[in-house]
């Protein structure tokens, strides 16, 4: 699976932004797909994942009711929309692909299968 992310940028505190990865490959549908964020000098860490068939969501508690994630099957994406973004929001974002159950990605991230290549968010305040 290829991943392809797009959508980071500079914003103020308040702003939106919504981050896309465009998936690629014969087993996509095989994939539960989602996002981490690595922030300078910290660990990446878990912000959300969506499962490919039931549309299940998982989020972070640091990000619930500001992130909204979702897929659109027909094109093989999947979208985050950032909302009320916080200086503590600023991070390169990772979208990634797993087979696991999204239950599972809060831990996952030393483990992920597939990687796309980070999208750097930056909320100024």
């Known amino acids: 699976v290829q991943l392809q992310a797009s959508g980071g940028g500079l914003v103020q505190a308040g702003g939106s932004l919504r981050l896309s990865c465009a998936a690629s490959?014969?087993?996509?549908?095989?994939?539960?797909m989602g996002w981490f964020r690595q922030a300078p000098g910290k660990e990446r860490e878990f912000v959300a994942a969506?499962?490919?068939?039931?549309?299940?969501?998982s989020y972070a508690d640091s990000v619930k009711g500001r992130f909204a994630i979702s897929r659109d099957n027909t094109k093989n994406t999947v979208s985050l929309q950032l909302n009320s973004l916080q200086s503590e929001d600023t991070a390169v974002y990772y979208c990634?692909?797993?087979?696991?159950?999204?239950?599972?990605?809060?831990?996952?991230?030393?483990?992920?299968?597939?990687w796309g290549q980070g999208t750097l968010v930056t909320v100024s305040s």
């Open positions: 990634a692909a797993d087979p696991r159950p999204i239950t599972a990605w809060v831990a996952l991230a030393p483990r992920v299968k597939y």
């Open positions: 490959g014969r087993t996509v549908s095989a994939y539960r």
């Open positions: 969506v499962g490919w068939s039931d549309g299940a969501t």
